[in-house]
């Protein structure tokens, strides 16, 4: 999976459009291979990112949990700790 992409769901205050967009966009590159597309590729790409970003907010609009929501700067807190111990920083 694209590294880039971040789990959306479950957290206060929600994923905003911005966060569901970046995500389809970062998908559609990985899936195409093409960070950047042709100019003759632009409108499928475009709509490619579309269709993902609606598929995306659909799934988290009905995803349901039990488990309290995670806090966003707890978890970049976490995520900025592992990335030291694993790069040595």
């Known amino acids: 999976m694209c590294r880039n992409i971040r789990v959306l769901h479950n957290f206060e205050p929600p994923a905003t459009s911005s966060e569901v967009q970046a995500a389809a966009l970062q998908y559609v590159r990985k899936v195409s291979g093409a960070a950047k597309p042709s100019v ?11 269709a993902v970003a ?19 700067e707890i978890e970049a807190a976490k995520a900025k700790a592992r990335s030291a111990e694993r790069y040595g920083r």
Not at 40 to 50: S, W
Not at 66 to 72: L, S, V
């Open 40 to 50: 003759a590729n632009q409108a499928a790409f475009d709509h490619a990112v579309a």
């Open 54 to 72: 609606a598929a995306t907010q659909e799934l988290l609009d009905a995803l349901v949990t039990t488990a309290p929501p995670k806090d966003r």
